[in-house]
């Protein structure tokens, strides 16, 4: 531990054949804990079909991923039809009461592509029950069965959906569970999270609340998180440590995934009150959404994952007392090789002071035995500031750099085969590290550095623990073992070994806390955010501080040759680290190409005015590739036009108007009583759409508005565009829909109505794409949308 040697001390590590030795050992050991990080978050081997019948098989699932993920099936499409045909048909089969909940429902929580109006959906949810023998509430098992209108959803979420059929085979194999198990395979997730917001709304099996177990995925591969819980999770997450075989789930997680624009079912589960715990896979996000996820590309890894952890949660919750789950106070946890750490998150603040308060020690007993001035503590932890802010700055810097190089980059989640980039960031994290080292340890010693990073950890600690607790262990814990370390390494014989085994037990300690949030801070942000990662390898580089010191020839001491060769071979890591980053990105550009497997994604739309014949294309590409840009022309706003498709500025160019109808509007009552005048409208699409819309001048006032009987938000929109209050419908039924609208008199309102198919092959002008160019993965990617004001 930065603990500048004493004279013996200081010739025993001078014998640089000595150092060679500890340095191995020390880095040996470390690299053997890292591994063993590794290798728990690995996925298991994928069970074949003839496994047991109790047991969860990856492969029996996967048959089911292909009836489900064979086309995209949007909600509402015919294609959906059939993969709810095939669902109802395995649930019914197995002897479960099974019934469709077919509605329409309003969306579920704040959804950040719903800024077109309020959103309903038509939704028809798969719903079977498992009676328990001596209920005590019920446990929900929940998957969307819809994909995305641009892709098959073989990943999101036919592997959530195909999983819970699988596990319901194998629950209803073994003997009935104590409490009712209920399947929610839901609709219109992709649209508006509408069917999981009309089961937990509305469904009668949802009443009384219960456990929910949500299943996703948000690529193709990599191991199941546990990443979001309901509050005061604390016995939650205790059931999830002791009964999911693969406990990969972080507390950090969760105030992460807060920070992120995405959504699932879950919110509408939580919006209702319901508790429980939220999983997904998330690396491989390359094919998110696109039509590049297909079965194949699934990682029955990841699938068997999903199962085991699904089946082994459902078996506990399914015999626990559900009336004891409940708790006051959320938990910290996170992953260590075999099992799922977990304690109360009112530990988080006084852990936190206490590692502060150790490190203090260290600090004070360091100065006292004469290890270091004040001066250069002080100097130590103004330093060790440096590579904190460089590291992840130089990772923006290095992923700017290749998105100018490849600037299809900037509309992928991730790139396809991201490993490279990742390992060159933390190849650049650890050469910033490393250039910082070799510059200031020579000027404030070891010591004074290595104190300088455990006093920043126990700062972000206490920072952490105040305003993010459920990451604040990831700072504590290094600290407070560093600082330990420290002291016992002062309180040992400094020339004995035993200033090294400490050394490296605190550094184990920073790998097992550190290393599993670096290896999954890369999926769950992608590259363009690598610099986070960045961070927290610096702060693990700081937290082993000491054995980084190993890798470095001895400081001082020496005289003559030996102090020349010393500092000749101080900048040789930082340089091997440097050489690595350079060499791993330029790999990776040379491995992660655009081809026909790996397209370049591109964003288009087509949106016609059947009223004035007018029609152009859309693009929400910022930079456009060379295959969009031959449509655009300029930019836009599609405010004006296309209020469904919301407020942001595309791109634009001119296009042939295609000969499409517009949905027709139809008054089917207008009475005024008093100051209101309410309308009645059905509007009905002319052709096979996945949505519909409706928008009301920005001059009307609208009181209140239902659409087939839901009671829609009026007080979301904004007045500074020509069209006001609106309203998206989702899978509309071919005979329309009926909107209400109750306003104030006197006025003649204009009425904006659109709807939208996908698919743009048949559309004057359309070039179909070559081989390399692909489709991006978005809600709007290779929308047809038409539409026509009608003024009443
Ligand atoms: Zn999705």
Known sequence: ???????????????????????????????????????????????????????????????????????PHVAGSPANDQVREHLVGVLRGLGLETTVQDTVAPEAGQLSGAAGGATVARVRNVVARLPGTASTGRVFLVAHYDSVQSGPGGNDDAAGTASILEVARALTAGPRPRNDIVFVLTDAEEACLCGASAFAGSHPLAADGGVVLNLEARGSTGPVIMFETSRDNAKLVDVFGRAAPHPVGTSFAVEIYRALPNDTDFTAFLDHNFVGLNSAYIDGGAIYHTPLDVPAVLDRGSLQMHGDNALGLAREFGRTDLTTLHADHDATYFPVPGGLVRYPGWLTLPLALLALVAVGLLGWLLRRRGRATTGRLAAGVGLALVPVVVAPLGAWLLWAAITKIRPGYVELLDPYRPVWYRLAVVALAAAVLFTWYALTRRWVGPAALAFGGLAWLALFGVLLAVLVPGGAYLATLPALAGALAGLAALATRLDGPGPVVAVTLAGAVAVVIL??????????LGMAMGGVAALFAVLLGLAALPVVDLLHPQAGGQRGLLALRARRLAPLPAAAAGLAAVVLAGVGLAVDRFDAAHPVPTHLMYALDAGTGEARWLSREDEPQPWTAGYLDGTASAADDFPALGDARLRSGPARAADLPAPKLQVLSDTTVGERRTLRVRVTPQRPVRLLSLHVDSTTVVESSTVDGVALDVGRYTRDHPWGFGMVFHAPPPEGVEITLVMAPGHRPLLRVMDASDGLAGVPGFRPRPPDVGVVGSHSSEMLAVARTYPL
């Open 1 to 71: 531990m930065g603990v500048p040697p004493t004279r013996a001390a200081d010739r025993a590590l001078a014998r640089p054949r000595r150092r060679l030795l500890a340095a191995a050992a020390a880095l040996a050991a470390l690299l053997a804990v890292g591994a063993g990080v590794l290798v728990d978050l690995a996925t298991p081997a994928p069970r074949p079909a003839t496994a047991p019948a109790d047991q969860f098989s990856a492969d029996r699932a996967y048959e089911h991923v292909k009836v489900v993920a064979a086309r």
């Open 515 to 524: 290393l599993p949030t670096v290896v999954l801070l890369f999926p769950a």
